[in-house]
Every structure is written in structure tokens, then in C-alpha cells.
């Protein structure tokens, strides 16, 4: 075996040009990469498949001259895209020996790239946590410290980049899954605008509309070839927003300047305090723009923390619960409770408790919210926003305590579900789980709901080189002009060129 020693330094467009110009093979990258994710898993646990041999026979199969990633090796997360043969686990073992049978357009678009799928990537249960601690995988450990979280729940995806393994990886974003792991893994994740990806031909959208699909990188121009890849509606999409081909990767050519950028320092859910690390990394990000010659100004939103994640959680729950609907049909049987997680089931139960009017009353609040929202921000090229309240979390102090399972496991089994029909009880219970379950990402899921593109950089770092990125959220159908933004920022900070101890 012939290693690429360079390997690591070199992003996704990079391999491909050097493969282009015949200065590396496909075979010695393929080789390299396949090298560094069975040692780097060992230590990180990122993967929960390994699908080496399926890279090398789709190695042989690359025209080089016409896919912008020929020949670089990236991972597909284990959830929101299939791949025919082999099986979506979703971090469940529910899910462990169930193939699919199809792959989706996004598989297919990340295929047609030239970029070769080596394995999967690991997710929190279905994608229900802010981090990556499946039961039945075990946590995915952060590159800069393995005591912390890659948060979630693209934690996998994240902590392969991080580890230089991979140079981009499958990412989705339903509250923060795409940003969160970005942020605690010194990553670029950028969730591009409702509409932009498809999820053909499994679903028309996923939870209401409020999940994305993208990648996780380290660079920019990455980031920018692989969305202008990925981009573009199927027929039946329920949200379609139109793409000009090549403006993504045209629109990093020159700096734009004199952006006014908002910079909004309030909390969003009462409970909730950014810790001084992650103060300081907003205050760096604003100083950053107004030294490249950006306006920012602070700007305070005004919208209903608690009374959103009530409704965001109504509508997930609901989701949930027709997800396992749609599983039980795929599986061929209904889940056994030793297979599913306490958490889990529970939103699976609540789903089956609230109503109608309840699902109703939630997408019309969520919808209000969104463009009372959008309108606040219209007058800004960007707004800056948290993503993480601290540095990376310390593993098992995200998620339900003992205590909460308990209690979880109560409920269900008295079945004391019809007390969320009761407006006032359900809404005490919610509103107190708001701050408890979001008090590492508070503000993400407002950008699922509105449905803006925001993209989170890792332009700040602890004196204890734990990396917090920072979201950046722009207006409907921006991602261009985001994207030059951080261009600008990376080339001011060069961020690319940070490594972890590995």
C-alpha cells in the first residue's frame, strides 16, 4: 500500500485537482483515507459502517474529468440519505439488520460528485440529541479533547473531518444537527435554505419541513462545490427554491464588502446563559467583521423562546411517532422496548397523545414566528447568533439524567398521556423542558423553523484549544453570500491549518 503522506493537508477540491492532474492516484488516496478511518475510529468511534469495498469498486467506476470530488473519500451519515444494500441504523438497534433497498437522490448526487462513500457515520437514536451517545454504538469522541462531545447529530460526520480522516462528510440539520457538531469540532457546516436538497424519493420533507440535508467540511470552496453539486428539486417536493448553477462557487471569486451584519446578544430560551468562552467567541466574530470592513450592529430579536420550543417539540414528537409508523413497515415488525431507547419512546408516545388541533395549532405558531422573524433580520446581509453555549460539553452531561428515564418509563407504562390533553398541565411540562433539554444549543432550532440558511465557522478558539464556532444566518436563498463572507474569514484566520493532537 503506497500512503498519500500529504493526505491531510488537503481539502476535498484539492485531492481532486491533484488526482486530475495525475499527481496522486485515486487508488493511493482511497488507500490512505481507508487507513486513517480504521485507526482514527478506534480512538473517536465515528463509524458504524465500514464500506471499504464498496469505495474500491466505485473507485474504478469515476470519470475524472467532469466530477468536481473524483476520487476524494467522504462518509455518509447513518440516517436522511439510504444506500441500497446496506443497512440505515439510525443508532438504534432497532434498525441493525435492516437493508435498504433503494438510495436516495442525495446518495445518488454525493455519487454522482465523484466523491467515494467509505462508510457510515455515526448518530445519536434517530437523530434526537444534541449529541452522539447511542446506547448501542457507544459515544463518538471530539478530536480536540475525547472527554468532550462532537456534539450531534452529525457527531460522526463531524468527528471524522475533525480527525483529518475525510475531508467532508454527510451532515443533516432538524435543530442545530448540522451547526451544533460544526461548532464543536472546528468545522464549516453550513444548513443551506429550505428546499435546497431533496429528500426524494423517501419523503416530501422530514419533521414539517424543519430538517436539511448538507455536509460537514473544512474549507469553504468544499462546502461551495459540494452544495452546487447537491442542490436542485425532484418533482413532488413540497418546498422548492431555485438555484442558478455555478453561483455558489462564482460568488467566492471577489470580497464583497460593506455587509451589515447583526450581532444579537440576547439569550433565547430564559435558563440559558452563554458561558464567557462562548461570549468571547461572539464579540471575536463581530471585531472579525468590522475589521474586514463590515457594519454590525447589535440586534435584539424579539420572539417567544419557550412558547417556540413548545410547538417545536409538538410537531417533532408527532414526526416521531409516524416515523416509526413508516419503520415498523420497513422492519416488518414493531420495536421490542429493550431495542429503542427510553427517550425515544417517549417522543414516539407523545406523538400518539397530542391531537389534531395540537399539530395545527404548532405550524401555525411556528409559521408566525418565522416571519415575524424573517422580518426582523430583512435588513441585515447577516446576522451573528450562538450556536453552542460553552465549549464542547463534557461526555454523558448532555441528555436525560437517570432520574428523567425514570420518570420517562413511568409515564408510558401508566399511561398518563392524557394529561398533554390538558392545555395548562402540557404546557407547564413543556415549558420546563425547554431550558433542561436545550441549555448547550438554545438558539439553533429558530433557523430549522424559519427555514434561513446559517452556517456556523470556526473562527474562535479557547485558550485550552477547544474550538467554538459561531453562526452566521442569512436571508432566504443567501448561502452565496454567506459563503463569501466566510471566505473572507478563513482567509483572514486560516482555520483549515488548525489540527488537533492525533
Same mark, same amino acid.
Given at each position: 500500500?503506497?500512503?498519500?503522506?500529504?493526505?491531510?493537508?488537503?481539502?476535498?477540491?484539492?485531492?481532486?485537482?491533484?488526482?486530475?492532474?495525475?499527481?496522486?492516484?485515486?487508488?493511493?488516496?482511497?488507500?490512505?483515507?481507508?487507513?486513517?478511518?480504521?485507526?482514527?475510529?478506534?480512538?473517536?468511534?465515528?463509524?458504524?459502517?465500514?464500506?471499504?469495498?464498496?469505495?474500491?469498486?466505485?473507485?474504478?467506476?469515476?470519470?475524472?474529468?467532469?466530477?468536481?470530488?473524483?476520487?476524494?473519500?467522504?462518509?455518509?451519515?447513518? =440516517?436522511?440519505?439510504?444506500?441500497?444494500?446496506?443497512?440505515?441504523?439510525?443508532?438504534?438497534?432497532?434498525?441493525?439488520?435492516?437493508?435498504?433497498?433503494?438510495?436516495?437522490?442525495?446518495?445518488?448526487?454525493?455519487?454522482?460528485?465523484?466523491?467515494?462513500?467509505?462508510?457510515?457515520?455515526?448518530?445519536?437514536?434517530?437523530?434526537? =440529541?444534541?449529541?452522539?451517545?447511542?446506547?448501542?454504538?457507544?459515544?463518538?469522541?471530539?478530536?480536540?479533547?475525547?472527554?468532550?462531545?462532537?456534539?450531534?447529530?452529525?457527531?460522526?460526520?463531524?468527528?471524522?473531518?475533525?480527525?483529518?480522516?475525510?475531508?467532508?462528510?454527510?451532515?443533516?440539520?432538524?435543530?442545530?444537527?448540522?451547526?451544533?457538531?460544526?461548532?464543536?469540532?472546528?468545522?464549516?457546516?453550513?444548513?443551506?435554505?429550505?428546499?435546497?436538497?431533496?429528500?426524494?424519493?423517501?419523503?416530501?420533507?422530514?419533521?414539517?419541513?424543519?430538517?436539511?440535508?448538507?455536509?460537514?467540511?473544512?474549507?469553504?470552496?468544499?462546502?461551495?462545490?459540494?452544495? !452546487?453539486?447537491?442542490?436542485?428539486?425532484?418533482?413532488?417536493?413540497?418546498?422548492?427554491? !431555485?438555484?442558478?448553477?455555478?453561483?455558489?462557487?462564482?460568488?467566492?471569486?471577489?470580497?464583497?464588502?460593506?455587509?451589515?451584519?447583526?450581532?444579537?446578544?440576547?439569550?433565547?430560551?430564559?435558563?440559558?446563559?452563554?458561558?464567557?468562552?462562548?461570549?468571547?467567541? =461572539?464579540?471575536?466574530?463581530?471585531?472579525?467583521?468590522?475589521?474586514?470592513?463590515?457594519?454590525?450592529?447589535?440586534?435584539?430579536?424579539?420572539?417567544?423562546?419557550?412558547?417556540?420550543?413548545?410547538?417545536?417539540?409538538?410537531?417533532?414528537?408527532?414526526?416521531?411517532?409516524? =416515523?416509526?409508523?413508516?419503520?415498523?413497515?420497513?422492519?416488518?415488525?414493531?420495536?421490542?422496548?429493550?431495542?429503542?431507547?427510553?427517550?425515544?419512546?417517549?417522543?414516539?408516545?407523545?406523538?400518539?397523545?397530542?391531537?389534531?388541533?395540537?399539530?395545527?395549532?404548532?405550524?401555525?405558531?411556528?409559521?408566525?414566528?418565522?416571519?415575524?422573524?424573517?422580518?426582523?433580520?430583512?435588513?441585515? !446581509?447577516?446576522?451573528?447568533?450562538?450556536?453552542?453555549?460553552?465549549?464542547?460539553?463534557?461526555?454523558?452531561?448532555?441528555?436525560?439524567?437517570?432520574?428523567?428515564?425514570?420518570?420517562?418509563?413511568?409515564?408510558?407504562?401508566?399511561?398518563?398521556?392524557?394529561?398533554?390533553?390538558?392545555?395548562?398541565?402540557?404546557?407547564?411540562?413543556?415549558?420546563?423542558?425547554?431550558?433542561?433539554?436545550?441549555?448547550?444549543?438554545?438558539?439553533?432550532?429558530?433557523?430549522?423553523?424559519?427555514?434561513?440558511?446559517?452556517?456556523?465557522?470556526?473562527?474562535?478558539?479557547?485558550?485550552?484549544?477547544?474550538?467554538?464556532?459561531?453562526?452566521?444566518?442569512?436571508?432566504?436563498?443567501?448561502?452565496?453570500?454567506?459563503?463569501?463572507?466566510?471566505?473572507?474569514?478563513?482567509?483572514?484566520?486560516?482555520?483549515?491549518?488548525?489540527?488537533?493532537?492525533?
Amino acid at each position: 500500500m503506497t500512503i498519500f503522506k500529504e493526505y491531510q493537508n488537503y481539502d476535498g477540491i484539492g485531492i481532486a485537482q491533484l488526482i486530475k492532474s495525475k499527481e496522486v492516484s485515486i487508488k493511493d488516496v482511497l488507500e490512505t483515507a481507508i487507513d486513517s478511518l480504521k485507526k482514527n475510529n478506534i480512538k473517536y468511534n465515528f463509524l458504524t459502517t465500514e464500506l471499504y469495498d464498496y469505495a474500491n469498486e466505485a473507485s474504478k467506476k469515476i470519470d475524472t474529468e467532469n466530477s468536481p470530488f473524483a476520487g476524494v473519500p467522504m462518509l455518509l451519515k447513518d =440516517m436522511d440519505s439510504s444506500l441500497a444494500g446496506y443497512p440505515m441504523m439510525q443508532g438504534s438497534k432497532y434498525l441493525k439488520n435492516t437493508k435498504q433497498k433503494f438510495n436516495n437522490v442525495l446518495t445518488d448526487r454525493f455519487i454522482s460528485s465523484g466523491a467515494l462513500i467509505c462508510g457510515k457515520s455515526a448518530a445519536p437514536e434517530y437523530g434526537l =440529541m444534541i449529541t452522539t451517545e447511542p446506547n448501542e454504538f457507544g459515544p463518538t469522541r471530539n478530536p480536540w479533547d475525547t472527554n468532550r462531545t462532537t456534539g450531534g447529530s452529525s457527531g460522526g460526520s463531524a468527528s471524522a473531518v475533525a480527525s483529518r480522516s475525510v475531508p467532508i462528510a454527510h451532515a443533516s440539520d432538524g435543530g442545530g444537527s448540522i451547526r451544533i457538531p460544526a461548532a464543536c469540532c472546528g468545522l464549516v457546516g453550513l444548513k443551506p435554505t429550505r428546499g435546497r436538497v431533496s429528500f426524494a424519493p423517501s419523503h416530501g420533507d422530514k419533521w414539517a419541513g424543519f430538517t436539511h440535508s448538507g455536509i460537514v467540511s473544512r474549507t469553504i470552496r468544499d462546502t461551495a462545490h459540494m452544495y !452546487d453539486h447537491i442542490f436542485g428539486n425532484e418533482i413532488g417536493d413540497p418546498y422548492k427554491t !431555485d438555484y442558478i448553477k455555478g453561483s455558489l462557487i462564482s460568488g467566492l471569486a471577489t470580497p464583497q464588502k460593506n455587509f451589515k451584519i447583526g450581532f444579537v446578544t440576547k439569550n433565547f430560551i430564559e435558563g440559558t446563559e452563554l458561558n464567557d468562552n462562548a461570549s468571547k467567541a =461572539m464579540s471575536f466574530n463581530a471585531s472579525a467583521c468590522e475589521k474586514l470592513g463590515h457594519k454590525v450592529e447589535e440586534l435584539n430579536l424579539n420572539y417567544d423562546a419557550i412558547t417556540l420550543s413548545r410547538a417545536f417539540v409538538i410537531i417533532l414528537t408527532s414526526h416521531v411517532s409516524q =416515523m416509526f409508523n413508516e419503520l415498523k413497515e420497513t422492519v416488518g415488525r414493531s420495536y421490542k422496548n429493550s431495542e429503542v431507547e427510553v427517550g425515544s419512546r417517549l417522543f414516539d408516545y407523545l406523538g400518539k397523545t397530542f391531537r389534531g388541533s395540537d399539530y395545527t395549532w404548532a405550524r401555525y405558531y411556528t409559521q408566525k414566528v418565522a416571519r415575524d422573524v424573517e422580518q426582523q433580520m430583512n435588513a441585515y !446581509d447577516a446576522v451573528i447568533m450562538p450556536v453552542i453555549t460553552s465549549e464542547p460539553a463534557k461526555l454523558g452531561t448532555i441528555g436525560p439524567n437517570k432520574t428523567d428515564e425514570l420518570i420517562n418509563e413511568i409515564l408510558m407504562k401508566l399511561r398518563l398521556g392524557w394529561i398533554f390533553n390538558i392545555p395548562s398541565i402540557r404546557n407547564k411540562i413543556l415549558d420546563g423542558l425547554a431550558p433542561k433539554s436545550l441549555w448547550f444549543a438554545p438558539g439553533c432550532m429558530l433557523q430549522n423553523i424559519t427555514g434561513q440558511p446559517a452556517i456556523s465557522l470556526p473562527t474562535y478558539w479557547t485558550d485550552n484549544n477547544l474550538p467554538i464556532g459561531v453562526q452566521f444566518v442569512g436571508a432566504y436563498g443567501s448561502e452565496a453570500k454567506l459563503l463569501n463572507l466566510g471566505q473572507q474569514l478563513e482567509n483572514e484566520y486560516r482555520w483549515h491549518e488548525k489540527n488537533p493532537n492525533i
